[in-house]
């Protein structure tokens, strides 16, 4: 199977990575965590999992996911607090229907949000 490298900034180190993977989800996507209640927008995606080993050991062996799939950085809310998540493919499904995500540093990266999602600021996409 052909591979590349991507620097992981969470992982601090070179992170080696199949040569396709297929990300489901994109940059101004809203998403829904399938087990916990939280939503995000995305704003950066890993092809595989680049967190740090001890990142990746504190979740609980039963619900652990593969590390060989995209992951995704996201802006987050639940009912009581806006933070930055790191979390699966597998553990994220589509929720641009449930409206926008109210954290404070969307307005940072993106514009409106329409149609179920972000668009990127366009300060961003040059």
């Not at 989800?25 to 092809?47: K, L, N, T």
């Not at 060989?68 to 699966?88: D, K, M």
Request: aromatic share 14%; glycine share 6%; net charge negative.
């Amino acid at each position: 199977m052909d591979r590349s490298t991507f620097f992981s900034p969470q992982a601090g180190r070179r992170i080696d990575t199949p040569a396709r993977t297929r990300a489901r989800f994109g940059i101004g996507d809203v998403v829904r965590h399938r087990i916990y209640d939280f939503r995000g927008v995305i704003f950066d995606i890993d092809p595989v999992f680049a967190n740090s080993d001890e990142w990746y050991e504190s979740i609980p062996k039963e619900l652990r996911p593969v590390r060989e799939q995209p992951f995704y950085h996201l802006f987050a809310e639940n009912g009581e607090s806006s933070y930055i998540a790191y979390v699966s493919q597998q553990n994220l499904t589509e929720d641009g229907e449930a409206g926008p995500v109210d954290h404070p540093n969307v307005a940072e990266l993106f514009e409106e949000f329409d149609k179920g999602r972000y668009r990127l600021c366009r300060s961003m996409t040059h």
